[in-house]
């Protein structure tokens, strides 16, 4: 059996998170209260990342490593968008353990659109509307059971929705 | 004051499926009004979706976000007549919440 780094690393973490609540049980917090005080620290809002320009900056920020292509992961999207300020795109994805699916347009001036956490028992898909500044690829990431899946398409905006 | 989510919440036995609508400007920071100034940016960071208390979806949202955003999810779970409740935080600390009876 081959334990590849990254996932050597997420089991890491996992008792290292294990050891977190075993401590916190320890000095007397109610236990009820401690996966809401985990979701609390892990819900943080990821300002770094909605800084950074480039796509690539934006998905380190985010998450720390890189994504793989993936044909799991599905984007519905328009391959014309008449108007740049209101792009409907969809994601889906079979993959399982998904923790949480983020939408990116390389070519705007913040390349991060959103980012959505998904808990266990929520489906792995989400619809939304983006604005895009110009033709551009969107990628789409999928973080599944620790590790990053991307799809990406280029999308050909007609009139742009950051005021270009 | 009308809150400013309008919230769908549809059970079919199996999953609960969500489709919110929020009226909000979304506005970048990147865009220009009539006189050439910059329009500074306002736009929802955090939006979540708890039903039973805990988290059942949560967006953390930029200026690329369309204005009056749209978002449609779905769960396992969620029964008919219970609550759902969705509340989001802006850029500016503002926030606004709603519950929604599920269908």
């Known amino acids: 059996m081959n334990i590849t780094t990254s996932e050597f690393l997420a089991n890491r973490r996992l008792v290292l998170k294990g050891a977190g609540v075993a401590a916190l049980i320890g000095l007397g917090v109610i236990p009820f209260d401690v996966p809401q005080a985990l979701a609390a620290a892990n819900d943080k809002y990821p300002e770094e990342a909605f800084k950074q320009k480039n796509e690539a900056d934006a998905i380190k920020a985010l998450y720390g490593k890189t994504a793989e292509p993936s044909d799991k992961v599905k984007m519905d999207a328009p391959e014309i968008a008449e108007n740049g300020a209101v792009v409907p795109i969809s994601a889906t994805t079979t993959l399982s353990d998904v923790t949480s699916i983020a939408f990116l347009v390389s070519e705007n001036p913040i390349s991060l659109i959103a980012s959505y956490k998904i808990p266990a028992g929520t489906l792995p898909s989400v619809a939304n509307r983006i604005k895009m500044a110009k033709t551009s690829n969107v990628t789409v990431i999928v973080e599944a059971g620790g590790r990053l899946y991307s799809a990406s398409k280029e999308i050909k905006v007609t009139v742009g929705g950051c005021g270009g | ?103």
């Open chain 2, 1 to 103: 004051m009308a809150s400013s989510i309008r919230v769908r919440a549809t059970s079919n036995g199996d999953t609960t499926e969500v489709q919110a609508l929020i009226q909000h400007p979304m506005d970048s920071g990147f865009v220009k009004d009539a006189k050439g100034e910059i329009i500074p940016p306002h736009f929802i960071q955090v939006l979540t979706f708890e039903y039973d208390g805990k988290p059942v979806f949560v967006a953390d949202w930029g200026g690329g976000v369309s204005k009056d955003p749209y978002v449609k999810f779905a769960f396992k779970g969620g029964k008919k007549g219970d609550d759902l409740k969705v509340s989001w935080v802006d850029n500016k600390g503002a926030t606004d919440t709603t519950t929604a009876k599920i269908q």
